[in-house]
């Protein structure tokens, strides 16, 4: 086998390719599997050397973390390019946003697959995020010096909650519109800072300044309410969620890498 | 502290006591001014950050509705139940969210936005009660609250007699249940 | 269970000549490529496929157009949600949709500052953390309950429909609700969040004195806010109480 010709033919393409500047101008390892390598594998990697090189045997094992932290971060990163897509076609403005749900759906190849992934997607890593804190709480890795990644950690939950409340309201539908309007009238109960909420005279809020207003920016779920939550949906919670999944990140490794038995 | 080591009968020494503490006083100041100047510019940013969400203007769709004159809803007959109410009027509600009410001696405009999360209530003559589909308050045909999450009875909308003889519903103006008796909470049937 | 250093990636050669000699590995350490990497890929891989098939063959629910004078019947939050939602049957807004989700919020970022300890960390262990475990666990599930309770057995108007019970069906009015008198909410209330103070020193003794004063009190106060939770909710569903305590600010 080895000296068959198509199997010279494959070591010299292979050869060639990898001996290029071009090939080499980006992959600064070779892939002989030599102690060496792997670790220039991780570290020579931008989106790798995250990683440490080497990890306790146990941090593999699935039963350990059943891989739901890095699930949760795939399904961010499924969200983002779906979304993304989605983009092209979505228009945040009451007259549209509806129409183009249905544009998609029927004119658009691949539409109605998009808008499934991205929301299908969304409650998975919902759920995911809720499994991955459990794990996180059953292993103890909350506990000294973990605190301050738990706490990240809500935070993240916290956002992922928020994106996918705020994407909610986005196909402007009778579900959205009305899951919106209660959502949104919980700002209005908030103690003095909301205008049905005890104490709001205290500070003299009413409808037109309270916590449900810097919401919606308006009275009443409409065409601001639904830019408002576009702008958050899509820039603003994404990237504070990005921003606090890198430091999450790091500081699994500044914490002592992943948890382990003593 | 440079003070201890300097000899106060000595010229030179006070004098440079007095170089280091202008120096110092400098520095001081310096540093009080720097986080000052932080501390106003962040707080000058976050202030117009929230005040920037809050615009001065709204542009609302117009909120004053005639639904027609008194005589007509004196017109319609029929028997009051417990809460005084002959009939509940829901011709409005699906595009304006509110129902007219006529009592006894009275008409007013009851706001179909429950009064716990502001879902639209719907009416059930068969049983005589509002029902919110949100959380299950439900309300007598006065808009009493009884059952559910709702805090409070259904608000009351300005109701008057405009000068054309209409009645006008101003959606704009609400009254909540203390001010029921209020001027302009019901108009009264002769 | 394979022992790593017996898992091979390339015919050619045993990793385990690799494994020893990793530069900054402790023993028993693995190289993170390939392992972890591969598990990685193979966990996204089956969990794309996973969401490809679905988004495949079940399409995202699209309604009607937003209309603000006619309201779904039932107007069920998202799924996640719902939990949240049918808290608001139970308590007034301010408390289920501001003070309770703040509160979950506040609970779960203390958790690590109130259980200090380090023994049983890495490794799943019940035994050893019964009763944080037990705790935490009861809430996780009571937040699935909620969301259960909400979702499927939620039907027109709010009211319970069992999953044999037919949507087109109306229920009749439900029964009025009462509030306790001030002198007894207010004593109830003093009483459930100061006895368990004292009663849960003389059942654990050992608490206050591991935790220390600010702990202790912090960590009771917090699970009895959360214990007072699915109280009300019977209160309500058994005695059919509206409110504990009445004033003339608020209600709780
Ligand atoms: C967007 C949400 C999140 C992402 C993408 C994320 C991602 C990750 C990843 C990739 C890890 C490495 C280990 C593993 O996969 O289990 C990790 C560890 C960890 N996560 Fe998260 N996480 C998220 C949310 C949370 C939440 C909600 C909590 C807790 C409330 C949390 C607490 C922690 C802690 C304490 C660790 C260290 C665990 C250990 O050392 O064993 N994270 N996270
Ligand atoms: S909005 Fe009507 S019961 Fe909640």
Known sequence: MANSRTDKLRRGALEWITASQLYRSIFRHGYDDTVRNRALEVTSN?????????????????????????????????ETVTGVLLMFYYRPVTEYAYADMKTLQYAVYFGMVL??????GAHLMVVLVMLHMLRVFLTGSYRPPREFNWVLGVNLLVLTLLLSFTGYLLPWDQLAFWAVTVGTNMAAATPFFGAEGPFHGLLGVDGTNDARFLLLGDVRVGGSALLRFYVLHCVALPLVAGV?????FWRVRKDGGISRPL | MHRGVCDMNNEAALQQLVELSRREFLARGLTAAGWGSFAVVLGAGTLETVRFFFPRVLYQPPSTFRIGTPEAFLARKGEA???????????????????????????????????????????????????????????????????GPAPRPLDRLRITVGVSGDLVVDTSIIYSVERFEADGAFVALA | MKQPGETRITSERPVAQAFGAMPTGRPGDVAVFPYLVYIEFLAALLFSIVLLVWSLTVDAPLLQEANPGVTENPAKAPWYFVGLQELLVYFDPWIAGVMIPTLIIVGLMAIPYLDTSTNAVGRYTIRERRLVISHFGFGFALWWILIFIGQFLRGPNWHIYWPWQDWSMVKSAEATLWDFPWWVGLPA????????LFLAQKR?????????????VGAVTLALLFYGVPIKMLLRL??????????QWFNV
Not at chain 2, 84 to 101: L, S
Not at chain 3, 189 to 196: R, S
Not at chain 3, 238 to 244: I, T
Request: charged fraction near 20%; include cysteine.
């Open chain 2, 81 to 147: 139940d417990e809460y005084g109410v002959i009939f509940v009027d829901e011709r409005w509600k699906p595009e304006q969210r509110f129902f007219v009410v006529r009592a006894k001696d009275r008409v007013y405009a009851l706001t179909a936005r429950c009064a716990h999360l502001g879902c639209t209530v719907n009416w059930f003559s068969s049983l005589d009660i509002f029902k919110c589909p949100c959380h299950g308050s439900q309300y007598h045909s006065d808009g009493k609250n009884f059952a």
């Open chain 1, 46 to 78: 931008a989106f790798l050397h995250l990683h440490p090189i080497t990890i306790p045997h146990h941090a593999i094992k699935v039963r350990f973390t059943y891989c739901l932290g890095g699930l949760t971060f795939f399904m961010f990163l499924v």
């Open chain 3, 238 to 247: 058994l005695f059919n109480v509206k409110y504990v305590l009445v004033t």
């Open chain 1, 115 to 120: 808008r499934n992934l991205h929301r299908w």
């Open chain 1, 244 to 248: 606090l999944m890198v430091v999450h």
């Open chain 3, 189 to 196: 209330l003093i009483a459930y969040f100061g006895g368990p």
């Open chain 3, 204 to 216: 654990w003794p050992w608490l206050l004195e591991r935790l220390g004063m600010t702990r202790y």
